[in-house]
Structures are given as structure tokens and as C-alpha cells.
């Protein structure tokens, strides 16, 4: 009995398997059609001075609508960059940010906060990539200085050096480089250091351990004086509460971003909210002049 039993909870672990097989064939098919489809949608989540609390940032945050319901990016990525559709994906998600910039700036001029993007390996290793986001950036007139890639730690250690000559071609262009996920990684900093680089974006991991844990403040005061010393902007992700701003603020980190300001806003509540901060006053004025 014990080993019909056995058998059955084989039988049903194999099952179990081959659906989350499908489930990636479908998700893998249905990644090629998406763009076609309309089935992609943006999300900016703003990003905030830690002094003011104002405005000077979003993040595009990419989201899909399949037939079946919303997919999560931190499942569908994964596969589009397995598949290699990564790589369209990411020229539409670029243009986006482009015509984000663009849209922005018109509207708002120098306060108009800059748009930060995600970017990942798979993408630098496409030889069209520098090509194409030159001739996106053309074409949309957006402002190179004012558009981020954000990369991870993990992705820009693949091939470090590889990736330095690709990231200096896009840094020749006028595009900022960020590394997001900071501190997740095991990197040598020195080797992470030769990438030209604008800001460092903490990990959540050591946001969501500041009102916890002694380690979590220790690290986030260390790469705060080491990006100050460097000339990088500390940004931290995933503040979810006043006591976790309250430290971030008083060690040192520029800016902050997470569901205790705003969660990723769809493109027309993130300018209602751009208008109302303006008419506020409360975006960044001329003498608080970004320094990106
Ligand atoms: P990420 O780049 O580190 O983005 C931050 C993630 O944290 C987003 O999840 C955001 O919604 C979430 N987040 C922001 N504030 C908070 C907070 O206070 N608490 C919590 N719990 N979460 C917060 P999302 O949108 O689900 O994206 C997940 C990941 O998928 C991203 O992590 C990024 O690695 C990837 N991704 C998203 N859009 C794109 C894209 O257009 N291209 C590429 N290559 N990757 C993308
Ligand atoms: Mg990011
Ligand atoms: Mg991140
Ligand atoms: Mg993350």
C-alpha cells in the first residue's frame, strides 16, 4: 500500500511538472505576441529627494496583461530573457521611457523628473542594442541625460568586462547607468567600480532590515560614504514605512522610493499627480537644479 502510495505521489509530482512546463511554453509563445497584442503596460513609480520629498524620479515598471490576467514581471522576465525576447521587449520598454521623457519635459521643464529603466545582460549582449537606442533617442527627441539604466549587480558581474565596453558606449550617448538590486550581489566593488556609473540603488533586503536589524543600518551607512566619496547617488527601493525613511534620510541616502510614498501609478494618475505637485510648488525648482 505504502508503495502504491509512493507511486501515486510520483505520479502527481510528474503531473505537477509537466504543467509548470506548459505554463512556461505558454508564457514563452505568448511573450513573442505581446507587443502586437497591446498587451504590455507601463507603471511609474516616483522617486523621491529624501530631503524634500520631492519628486525628481520614476521608475518605468513594466507590466502584462495576457488573456488569462495580469503575469508578474518578476515571472515573466525571467522567461523573456531565457527565450531572448527580452531583447524586443526591452526596445519597446526604451521607447516608452523616451517618450516619457519627452512628454514630461514639455510639460514641466526643468522640474520634470527623470525616467529610470530597466535594463537587463541579456540586452547588452545584443549588437544592435547601442544602435537602436541612438535612433530611439532620436527619434522621440528625448533627453539622453535625463533617462537611467537601471542593471543589476548580478547582470553587470556576468562580464564585467564586456559590459564595460558596452555601458561605455551608452554612457557616450548620454545615458546614465544605475545598479539596482545593491548589495545582493558578491561583487568586487573595485571590479564594479570601473563601470561608469551614476547611482547605486540599495536593495529592498536592507531597506525592510533597517527598523530590524543593526547590520542592515550599518551597511546602508557604509554605501552611502562610499557613494558620496565616489560621486554616486544612493537611491533605496522599497521603503515601506516612516521609521525605514526616518533612518534612510538621516544616513545619508539621496533619494527613496516604495509603496510609503507611491506604488508604480499607471501613466495618467503619475502626471496628475506631476501637475498637482507643481501646482503645489512642490517639484524640484531651479536652484535644486539635478545633478544626475
Ligand atoms: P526592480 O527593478 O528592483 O523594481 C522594483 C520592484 O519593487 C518593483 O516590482 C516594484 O513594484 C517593487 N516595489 C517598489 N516599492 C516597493 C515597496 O515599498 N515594497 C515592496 N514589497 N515592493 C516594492 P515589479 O514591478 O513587480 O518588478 C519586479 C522586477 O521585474 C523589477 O525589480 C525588475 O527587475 C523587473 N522588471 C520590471 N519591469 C522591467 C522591464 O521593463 N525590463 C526588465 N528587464 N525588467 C523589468
Ligand atoms: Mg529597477
Ligand atoms: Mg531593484
Ligand atoms: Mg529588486
Redesign the pocket.
Known amino acids: 500500500q505504502a508503495k502504491e502510495q509512493g507511486r501515486d505521489g510520483w505520479r502527481f509530482f510528474s503531473e505537477e511538472i509537466h504543467e509548470q512546463a506548459r505554463r512556461r511554453l505558454d508564457i514563452t509563445n505568448g511573450l513573442r505576441q505581446a507587443i502586437e497584442r497591446n498587451e504590455f503596460q507601463v507603471?511609474f513609480?516616483p522617486i523621491l529627494c529624501a530631503q524634500s520629498q520631492i519628486i525628481r524620479g520614476a521608475?518605468?515598471?513594466?507590466r502584462w496583461f495576457q488573456s488569462g490576467g495580469e503575469v508578474?514581471?518578476?515571472h515573466f522576465?525571467p522567461i523573456a530573457e531565457m527565450s531572448g525576447s527580452?531583447v524586443p521587449?526591452?526596445k519597446w520598454?526604451f521607447h516608452q521611457a523616451c517618450l516619457a521623457e519627452r512628454q514630461w519635459r514639455e510639460l514641466f521643464g526643468v522640474e520634470a523628473p527623470y525616467v529610470s529603466?530597466?535594463?537587463?545582460a541579456r540586452?547588452l549582449n545584443d549588437e544592435s542594442l547601442v544602435e537602436e537606442f541612438r535612433r530611439l533617442l532620436d527619434e522621440t527627441g528625448a533627453d539622453p541625460n535625463r533617462i537611467v539604466l537601471?542593471l543589476?549587480e548580478t547582470s553587470l558581474m556576468s562580464d564585467v568586462i564586456f559590459n564595460l565596453s558596452v555601458l561605455n558606449q551608452l554612457a557616450r550617448l548620454g545615458l546614465r547607468v544605475a545598479v539596482?538590486?545593491f548589495g545582493t550581489g558578491y561583487s568586487s566593488l573595485a571590479q564594479l567600480l570601473r563601470l561608469p556609473l551614476s547611482k547605486l540603488?540599495i536593495d529592498?533586503e536592507f531597506v525592510d532590515g533597517l527598523d530590524k536589524r543593526h547590520d542592515s543600518r550599518a551597511i546602508v551607512h557604509a554605501v552611502c560614504s562610499m557613494a558620496r566619496a565616489m560621486n554616486l547617488q544612493v537611491i533605496a527601493?522599497?521603503?515601506?514605512n516612516a521609521s525605514q525613511f526616518g533612518y534612510l534620510r538621516d544616513l545619508g541616502c539621496d533619494y527613496v522610493?516604495?509603496?510609503?510614498f507611491h506604488?508604480?501609478l499607471p501613466p495618467e494618475e503619475f502626471l496628475a499627480l506631476l501637475h498637482e505637485s507643481s501646482a503645489a510648488g512642490r517639484l524640484a525648482s531651479s536652484d535644486d537644479l539635478y545633478a544626475l
Open positions: 507603471r513609480q521608475e518605468l515598471l513594466l508578474s514581471p518578476a522576465i527580452i521587449i526591452g520598454v529603466v530597466n535594463v537587463s540586452q537601471e543589476t539596482d538590486d540603488k529592498r527601493e522599497g521603503v515601506e522610493q516604495g509603496f510609503y506604488r508604480p
